[in-house]
């Protein structure tokens, strides 16, 4: 979008009775027992269908590991922009510190957000990683602090082992083997981020700035902490533009793009945006549970409908991850990057 028409920021969305976003229980899926997990996953599935988005409370990660994955938050960037660069993301290898820009990754409009990116932290002598497939370089970490890389991985493996949960939770819900999803997920393109709002001036709405601007995820699903600050807003399907406050403790859950095309849009990829309309900085986790690269994404046949067929052509999940990631960081050919 032309940076003359974009808007600084959107018109504030409504606040609403945080039950128009269901708020789900996870403990009872952890137990094991069979009744209880297919209750839990019934009552995901329907949040799926209906909002795309819920919370997720019961979901057993430490909070000193939350906690702790915070405060190397706000340790990357209360660091220098020069020493935040000496592990810049680069046009060959996206891993690492992301700086703000005027357009979001795939093309989204945004501006006043910074990124640091990990993925999936593979030895140097992975055969992908020796072949130089893409996607599958190491991380870059910043060694010169002690204890991120240790604190950031410890989350990643909790965010794998969660992602899986709730994979198996979803196939439940879809009335599929509740193993449905794994094949797919062996090595797969996942991605955390530690996102950095900066506050705005002033409280006056023309001092308000587009953080992320308005978008649907476009991986499987997406699992989201976030700080006390506020900024998520939620296009839902019946009340428009919706406040997602934070809730202690619970992770935001929405489904992306790819669900979407698994279940043949009986899961729905909705539309969020984020403005920090605080001031104080915004801090965010969002953790995107990709699947692997060679993945042909395509709509499940038991899941249609009767004479339904299928409303998206098969897509492969590493030439568009690719794709997404080149449009997102194009704007870094203009910068000393």
Same mark, same amino acid.
């Given at each position: ?22 708020? %789900? #229980?996870?403990?009872?899926? *952890?137990?094991?027992?069979?009744? &209880?997990?297919? @209750?839990? +996953? ?113 989350? %990643? #493996?909790?965010?794998?082992? *969660?992602?899986?949960?709730?994979? &198996?939770?979803? @196939?439940? +819900? ?164």
């Amino acid at each position: 979008m032309p940076s003359d028409v974009t808007p600084k920021a959107y018109a504030r969305a409504q606040a609403v009775d945080v039950s128009a976003i269901p708020v %789900i #229980d996870f403990a009872p899926f *952890l137990t094991g027992d069979p009744a &209880a997990k297919l @209750a839990v +996953a019934k009552r995901i599935g329907d949040a799926c269908e209906t909002v795309g988005f819920l919370y997720l409370k019961g979901h057993g990660v430490p909070e000193a590991l939350i906690d702790g994955v915070f405060t190397e938050n706000r340790r990357l960037f209360a660091q220098s922009f020069e020493d935040r660069m000496r592990t810049a993301a680069t046009l060959d290898h996206w891993r690492g510190y992301v700086p703000s820009k005027l357009e979001g990754e795939g093309g989204a409009t945004g501006g006043s957000i910074e990124t640091f990116r990990a993925m999936l932290d593979l030895p140097w002598d992975d055969p992908d990683v020796v072949a130089g497939k893409p996607l599958h370089l190491p991380n870059t970490w910043p060694d010169h602090l002690p204890g991120f890389q240790r604190t950031v991985s410890a989350y %990643i #493996d909790a965010m794998l082992d *969660l992602g899986a949960r709730l994979r &198996a939770a979803f @196939a439940l +819900a879809l009335d599929l083997p509740e193993d449905y999803f794994e094949p797919f997920y062996r090595k797969p393109l996942i991605q955390l981020s530690l996102l950095h709002y900066r506050p705005p001036k002033s409280l006056s709405e023309e001092d308000f700035e587009i953080g992320a601007g308005e978008h649907q995820d476009t991986g499987a699903f997406t699992i989201l902490m976030q700080d006390d600050t506020g900024g998520l807003e939620v296009g839902h399907k019946d009340l428009g533009w919706v406040a997602a406050p934070p809730i202690a403790g619970a992770y935001v859950i929405n489904i992306g793009d790819m669900m979407m095309h698994w279940t043949n849009g009986r899961f729905r990829s909705t539309p969020h945006r984020v403005v920090n309309r605080s001031l104080k900085p915004r801090y965010s986790v969002p953790f995107f549970m990709n699947p692997d690269f060679d993945v042909v994404v395509e709509p499940e046949p038991r899941l249609f409908g009767p004479g339904e067929t299928a409303r998206y052509a098969p897509l492969h999940n590493g030439r568009f991850m690719v794709d997404f990631y080149d449009a997102g960081m194009a704007y870094l050919k203009d910068h000393a990057v």
